[in-house]
């Protein structure tokens, strides 16, 4: 069975209009919703600093309103990172997954890393392996959020179209972020 194709639209964050009542992230929810749109991606690019009263509040504004979350995780995430700094820069997407499905989000968004230099095969070979390692937590935690790596523009990011795709097919159930 096809499913039907539908389309949410929404912002990255508040946007500048929001009323100062109620201020935040539940003001921007609340006016996304006012003015017609259907989903708001929190973007916490420079960190996850929400907490879990935060996340609720959060949560209960985007049940009340219809409004779909999304959550784009922090810039400084690199799964090609070296293997003294990478358990920081892992943990930088576990906070994401973990505080935004406590918002509510459904799909992390995030940017997988960079080359250093180094050809995409052998970046692949590094990162998938630590990216089903981070799906697996997530799953061993029954955190139920959907992982997307996100295909940048940049030449020395990982995430070139074909990166994601070798991504996605290696891990059952990932889809990319566009």
């Given at each position: 069975?096809?499913?039907?194709?539908?389309?949410?639209?929404?912002?990255?964050?508040?946007?500048?209009?929001?009323?100062?009542?109620?201020?935040?992230?539940?003001?921007?929810?609340?006016?996304?919703?006012?003015?017609?749109?259907?989903?708001?991606?929190?973007?916490?690019?420079?960190?996850?600093?929400?907490?879990?009263?935060?996340?609720?509040?959060?949560?209960?504004a985007?049940?009340?309103?219809?409004?779909?979350?999304?959550?784009?995780?922090?810039?400084?995430?690199?799964?090609?990172?070296?293997?003294?700094?990478?358990?920081?820069?892992?943990?930088?997407?576990?906070?994401?997954?973990?505080?935004?499905?406590?918002?509510?989000?459904?799909?992390?968004?995030?940017?997988?890393?960079?080359?250093?230099?180094?050809?995409?095969?052998?970046?692949?070979?590094?990162?998938?392996?630590?990216f089903l390692?981070?799906?697996?937590?997530?799953?061993?935690s029954?955190?139920?959020?959907?992982?997307?790596?996100?295909?940048?523009?940049?030449?020395?990011?990982?995430?070139?179209?074909?990166?994601?795709?070798?991504?996605?097919?290696?891990?059952?159930?990932?889809?990319?972020?566009?």
């Amino acid at each position: 069975m096809e499913m039907p194709l539908s389309f949410l639209f929404g912002t990255v964050g508040s946007l500048a209009a929001t009323p100062f009542k109620p201020d935040g992230t539940v003001g921007g929810i609340q006016y996304a919703a006012y003015i017609g749109l259907d989903a708001l991606e929190l973007a916490w690019v420079q960190g996850v600093r929400v907490g879990e009263m935060t996340c609720a509040a959060i949560k209960q504004a985007a049940a009340e309103t219809g409004v779909a979350l999304s959550v784009r995780a922090p810039n400084y995430i690199n799964l090609n990172g070296d293997d003294e700094k990478l358990p920081r820069l892992r943990q930088y997407l576990i906070d994401a997954t973990h505080y935004g499905n406590l918002a509510g989000a459904t799909d992390i968004i995030f940017q997988p890393g960079t080359y250093f230099g180094h050809p995409a095969d052998e970046v692949l070979k590094v990162t998938i392996p630590r990216f089903l390692s981070c799906v697996d937590e997530l799953r061993a935690s029954g955190n139920p959020v959907t992982l997307r790596p996100e295909i940048s523009g940049k030449a020395a990011m990982l995430g070139s179209l074909t990166d994601v795709l070798a991504m996605v097919l290696a891990i059952p159930g990932r889809c990319p972020m566009y």
